[in-house]
């Protein structure tokens, strides 16, 4: 095969190897090199066809070639089309060691990988996207990794079970939070936001509210997840969005539209606020206390 056909399916790099493989020999090499046809890359026996603009697929592939191992978490994230934050780094397991520093922006995660985990997108090894929707659960921020357990479990790209399946497996980086996750979404998740939110209003010292309190509006009765009853106040808390069927959801809106109507201020939290950001989360609702005194 020619060095050409190898290169231009990954993204203008090859290795040493592969051109020995194919029937380059040591000196053919060298003299690919020393004319330029070839150039050489940060990596020691990964090489880039001269003239080609530098890319970040291209620096995926020296990557991945030169530690035998799958682009994988944030990295392959990408390629399966999944939006999460980058860090700036080319994520990789490998099972083996390179000789030598890891150059910087490199991050090689040396964890077992089972053969069912790894696939191909475009001829790139990378992990199966349930596998990177793990592994991007275990080292995002818990914030970023809730919203995209949320829309991984609404899309099915993932299961409970398969999170079950990774905590319960021998340790390994990321399951504490996936256990954290886990527990979040398993049945009874809301009631533990219900809790975060107790600790939130008696934390800010927050009074004069009732949880689980029935509220009537022409002769309809909702309950609501904190009512301040004096200030007219509901306070929701959302679960995970794929807890929530249409039905479930248009009730909710409706609910909402006739407390509004019937003069309430409606508050809307979700898990994740309770969770990142207590303090916002206290003082809007202190802020709507007052706004509502201040009314009446």
Not at 135 to 149: F, K, R, T
Request: proline letters at 4%; hydrophobic letters at 45%; a positive charge.
């Amino acid at each position: 095969m020619e060095w050409s056909t190898i290169t231009s399916r990954q993204a203008g790099i090859i290795t040493r190897q592969q051109l020995l493989k194919h029937g380059y020999h040591e000196h053919r090499i060298d003299t690919m090199l020393r004319t330029g046809r070839l150039a050489r890359t940060r990596w020691l026996g990964v090489y880039a066809a001269a003239g080609l603009p530098t890319s970040g697929e291209a620096s995926q592939w020296a990557a991945v070639l030169a530690c035998r191992g799958v682009l994988s978490h944030l990295s392959a994230a990408t390629w399966w089309g999944i939006d999460v934050p980058a860090d700036g780094n080319i994520h990789i397991i490998a099972s083996t060691r390179r000789q030598g520093r890891t150059p910087h922006g490199i991050r090689i995660h040396r964890v077992p990988l089972e053969q069912g985990a790894v696939t191909e997108r475009l001829r790139m090894p990378l992990t199966t996207r349930s596998e990177t929707v793990l592994g991007c659960l275990g080292l995002l921020p818990l914030a970023d990794a809730g919203i995209l357990l949320d829309r991984a479990l609404q899309q099915r790209w993932l299961t409970i079970d398969a999170i079950e399946r990774r905590i319960t497996e021998a340790p390994r980086p990321g399951n504490t939070q996936l256990r954290r996750l886990h527990k979040a979404v398993k049945t009874g998740a809301r009631s533990e936001a219900e809790r975060l939110m107790i600790r939130v209003l008696r934390g800010a010292s927050i009074a004069g509210w009732t949880a689980n309190a029935p509220v009537v509006i022409n002769g309809r009765t909702f309950v609501v997840d904190f009512c301040f009853p004096a200030q007219r106040l509901a306070v929701e808390i959302d679960g995970f969005a794929y807890h929530s069927g249409v039905a479930e959801f248009r009730r909710d809106r409706q609910r909402q539209n006739i407390l509004v109507s019937a003069g309430w201020t409606v508050l809307r939290f979700t898990w994740w606020d309770l969770l990142e950001r207590p303090e916002t989360v206290a003082m809007q609702v202190l802020h709507a206390l007052s706004a509502s005194t201040n009314v009446r």
